[in-house]
């Protein structure tokens, strides 16, 4: 069965700071990996995925995540955060086919402080 | 950018009562989903609809549930006798055919059952 670890419920970043969320996964063959955010009262913004090829993958907003197969992880990065960054985000996971489930991690909330 | 929109943004329903939440896809999607949100909980997968069918369903997809494509622009969740733990956001999404479409979320339902 597929699953995903985020193992930081909270994470407070400085404005201007860099901001790493991780994010471990379990499934039996290569996954498809994402990473949604989600602004107080709004929906779940894709932020990028990764299929295959560059195991570094850059998104929306700034933001890039690194696939490492030996780690089972799929982290996301941003060099420099700003206030508008302060979001819930999401990792999930699921299979390589079109009409995918996705599989959810349970989510950091990052605070920004000014 | 496509959105996906859902209707009602919050329902207030006494327990027993049925509820049917809308949602209106991408046009040129053929995937459809629910998933939904308990507060404080992980974002769960309820069902995938392509082709007029149910694709695949999770076990909270009970008989108290059903999906349905009326028209050619709606999806519907209907819940036939909501109960006190159905309250929940939930989430409309839809995605094309190809291997690795991007899942478009809505903005959600927050439903509470009183």
């Known amino acids: 069965a597929q699953s995903v670890t985020q193992p930081d419920i909270h994470i407070t970043v400085s404005e201007g700071a860099s901001l790493e969320l991780r994010c471990n996964y379990s499934?039996?063959?290569?996954?498809?990996l994402f990473w949604y955010v989600q602004s107080p009262g709004q929906g779940l913004q894709l932020l990028l995925k990764?299929?295959?090829?560059?195991?570094l993958v850059q998104g929306i907003k700034g933001f890039e995540a690194e696939f490492k197969r030996s780690q089972s992880s799929f982290n996301l990065r941003k060099p420099s955060v700003h206030w508008s960054d302060a979001a819930e985000y999401f990792c999930a996971v699921g299979p390589p086919a079109a009409g995918n489930k996705l599989t959810f991690g349970g989510g950091t909330r990052v605070l920004v402080k000014p | 950018e496509p959105e996906v929109t859902q209707t009602p943004s919050h329902q207030v329903t006494q327990m027993g009562q049925e509820v049917i939440l809308r949602c209106v896809p991408i046009?040129?999607?053929?995937?459809f989903y629910w998933y939904r949100q308990i507060l404080g909980q992980k974002v769960e997968f309820l069902v995938s609809f392509y082709n007029n069918e149910i694709s695949e369903k999770s076990e909270i997809f009970d008989d108290q549930f059903s999906v349905e494509r009326p028209d050619g622009s709606n999806f519907t969740l209907k819940i036939r006798s909501t109960k006190l733990e159905d309250s929940a956001m939930y989430f409309c999404a839809s995605s094309g055919y190809r291997v690795g479409n991007t899942i478009y979320f809505g903005e959600g339902s927050w439903l509470t059952v009183v």
């Open positions: 499934y039996g063959a290569t996954p498809y």
């Open positions: 046009s040129n999607h053929l995937y």
């Open positions: 990764y299929f295959s090829g560059d195991t």
